[in-house]
T-cell receptor, first 114, second 113 residues
């Protein structure tokens, strides 16, 4: 069965600091990987996704993630965070192909202080 | 706006009661997914439908059931409610293509008193 582990449950940063959120997944086959963001009081929105090809994926709002197959990891990064990045971030995995269910990690709450 | 509509947005009810949550997927999307988000359990996959048929089941309790209708809207029925069922219930629909993106609704917040 697929599973996703996010290492940090809460992260507090100051504006302009760099961000890296860890995500590891467990699945024996080919996977598709996602990062979603949930701003306070809002629904989940897709930040970026990886299906195949270049393992460095760029998403919206300056976020990027790197797929490292040998480490089963898909860490999210941003070089300089802003106060508006305060949100909860979810890593998710699905088996590649078809219409498979998306399995989410527990989420990381990011608080950015001005 | 994701295009996925969920009603009601908020619902307060008592233990032992039954509620129905409704989801209208994006136009053209055939797949509907239901998730439960609670503080202690995170975002848990409940069930998936594709064009009216159940496709996958996750951590859905026997007291819960769902269906997808011919017009593709879906309903999640929660019965014999317990305090622990208080959560945010999300519906998502998926682009009708392989590896299509999931789009989430704003959720229905259920409070069981």
């Amino acid at each position: 069965a697929q599973s996703v582990s996010q290492h940090n449950h809460h992260v507090i940063l100051s504006e302009a600091a760099s961000l890296e959120l860890g995500c590891n997944y467990s699945y024996g086959g080919t996977v598709n990987l996602f990062w979603y963001v949930q701003y306070p009081g809002q629904h989940l929105q897709l930040l970026l996704k990886y299906f195949s090809g270049d393992p460095l994926v760029k998403g919206i709002k300056g976020f990027e993630a790197e797929f490292i197959k040998s480490k089963f990891s898909f860490n999210l990064r941003k070089p300089s965070v802003q106060w508006s990045d305060t949100a909860e971030y979810f890593c998710a995995v699905t088996a590649s192909g078809g219409y498979n269910k998306l399995i989410f990690g527990a989420g990381t709450r990011l608080a950015v202080h001005p | 706006d994701s295009g996925v509509t969920q009603t009601p947005k908020h619902l307060i009810t008592a233990t032992g009661q039954r509620v129905t949550l409704r989801c209208s997927p994006r136009s053209g999307d055939l797949s509907v997914y239901w998730y439960q988000q609670s503080l202690d359990q995170g975002l848990q996959f409940l069930i998936q439908y594709y064009n009216g048929e159940e496709r996958a089941k996750g951590n859905i309790l026997e007291r819960f059931s769902a269906q997808q209708f011919p017009d593709l809207h879906s309903e999640l029925n929660l019965s014999s409610l317990e305090l622990g069922d208080s959560a945010l219930y999300f519906c998502a629909s998926r682009e009708d293509r392989v590896n299509g993106e999931l789009f989430f609704g704003e959720g229905s917040r259920l409070t069981v008193l």
